[in-house]
């Protein structure tokens, strides 16, 4: 057991605090849009606070770590492109403003507002099934994290994941949106203080020089250029750029914080700024991982290239290289900061994730249909429990996927792809809406099962390069798109504009 008695009792204190501010942000919650957005009241400094806690959790440390350890300093291309993605999106309003300005709650909404009902229904299901799918390799390792850094013994992985999954169901479920916001600043302070502490100790213990000849040694210019890297190269760059274009505009967990904004001028603010704060986000775990293969890469070299970590004797995933490291290098006291801090970023990753998806789940994919049987119209409390059952839904599916589901390759390019089955239509199609007036109908059908076909197929069937099945997602859908629009029967609906 790695954890001294004043590790659990930090741990146990952040822990109670959290379950406190889910039971009481309950009776902050009057009506569906606090329980889906905050009442649209969030102001910019918690409107960062909670997007940058949202898109940074330990899955997020844990992935970038590994590509770091596999790619070296060459893996900083894809936390350039993503933060200068948002600050361009940030800076320029680029679809976020014109969707704040339809006051709407989930992202699908839009689809019903420019195209139709029936196309807000495939949208809901291609959206869940993405992002729940995308979610489900997180409790696993998660779980994985938490079993090394505090020495608990992985046959306990399972409960592990259990009691982080029920955590984060209790405030979320109680809550809502008011309770993950209050939690999300508070977890977006205390991971900050553990990142900072676990690169200082990091950088410091494999030291600098170490770094650099290590990567320069094992991979050559590959671990310094991206281009000269074959687990990059052009088509993975372009595809980058497109996908975090898609994601800023586009992801349900992203938007739903533009959409909990007090006016798109503030939208915007929050997503220039926290597009500085994801320059770090990506960076800093990379170089963990590259300074756990300073220190731990002594193994066989694999087929990516990279040397396997050994710890005491014993070759273990390149994923588990950086929770080693830190369950080696932190003393008693600040190991159970920084694992505190990683609870605090899985737990506001994760129930953000969960009122994502289970909002999509209900709001896109339930109720329309009830719509569409004819069925009346539901209150809003009753639109709330719907959402806290489908709540409960997603997070058996993420434990089950979670369990069974044999995650090969980078956990990123898994992450990458997933969200890439709704991330290209839905892109695409939302753009076309609000930038081209031929866009219609049938373009949007076309764009958005074109894209999913273009990332399920090629990837999970045909076991094509990721890179290339990314970017045939997105060039299927802007072709489904066009010719969908030019071939179909012409409509341009007034978009509802609404406070």
């Not at 074109?450 to 970017?471: C, Q």
């Amino acid at each position: 057991m790695n954890f001294a008695p004043v590790d659990w009792v930090i741990v146990a204190v952040y822990l109670t605090g959290s379950l406190l501010i889910g039971v009481l942000a309950k009776r902050f919650v009057g009506d569906l849009s606090d329980f889906l957005v905050a009442g649209r009241e969030l102001g910019l400094h918690v409107g960062i606070a909670t997007l940058a806690a949202t898109e940074i959790g330990t899955i997020t440390f844990m992935y970038f770590a590994e590509l770091g350890y596999k790619a070296g300093f060459a893996a900083f291309c894809t936390a350039a492109i993503s933060g200068s993605v948002m600050i361009i999106v940030g800076r320029t309003g680029f679809v976020i403003s014109r969707l704040r300005e339809l006051s709407l709650m989930t992202v699908p909404e839009y689809f019903e507002v420019k195209y139709s009902q029936g196309l807000r229904i495939v949208t809901g299901i291609l959206v869940a099934v993405g992002g729940i799918l995308n979610m489900g390799v997180f409790l696993k390792i998660e779980g994985q994290f938490l079993t090394i850094v505090s020495g608990i013994d992985g046959k306990y992985l399972v409960a592990v994941m259990t009691a982080i999954l029920l955590l984060e169901l209790v405030y979320t479920v109680l809550g809502g949106m008011v309770s993950v916001v209050i939690t999300d600043f508070l977890q977006y302070v205390l991971l900050s203080v553990a990142t900072i502490l676990v690169s200082i100790y990091a950088v410091r213990s494999a030291g600098w020089a170490n770094i650099t000849h290590k990567v320069s040694s094992v991979m050559g210019m590959a671990g310094w250029n991206p281009l000269a890297n074959p687990r990059f190269g052009w088509t993975f760059l372009v595809w980058q750029v497109l996908l975090w274009f898609a994601a800023t505009a586009c992801w349900q967990t992203t938007a739903m914080r533009m959409f909990a904004t007090n006016g798109p001028k503030t939208a915007k603010s929050v997503m220039t700024w926290t597009g500085v704060i994801f320059l770090g986000r990506g960076m800093l775990p990379m170089l963990w991982g590259i300074c756990a293969l300073t220190l731990f890469g002594t193994g066989p070299v694999g087929s990516d290239g990279s040397p396997a970590p050994v710890v005491g004797g014993h070759v273990i995933a390149p994923i588990e290289a950086m929770p080693a490291m830190i369950a080696q290098l932190l003393g008693p006291g600040v190991r159970g900061i920084v694992v505190a801090g990683m609870l605090a970023a899985t737990m506001s990753v994760n129930s953000s994730y969960l009122l994502g998806w289970s909002s999509v789940l209900s709001q896109d994919v339930i109720l329309p249909i009830r719509s569409k049987l004819g069925k009346g119209a539901l209150s809003s409390k009753s639109q709330i429990l719907i959402n806290r059952l489908a709540n409960v839904g997603v997070s058996l599916f993420v434990m089950f996927w979670g369990l069974y589901y044999p995650l090969s390759g980078a956990a990123y390019t898994y992450l990458n792809i997933t969200g890439t089955i709704f991330l290209s239509g839905a892109f695409v199609s939302v753009v076309g809406g609000l930038y081209w007036s031929r866009a219609n109908l049938a373009g949007g059908y076309a764009a958005m099962l074109a894209g999913a076909t273009g990332a399920i197929v090629p990837f999970f069937f045909l076991h094509w390069n990721p890179n290339s099945a990314g970017f045939c997602a997105f060039g299927m859908a802007f072709v489904g798109l066009v010719l969908g629009s030019l071939l179909g029967k012409s409509s341009a609906p007034e978009l509802r504009t609404a406070v």
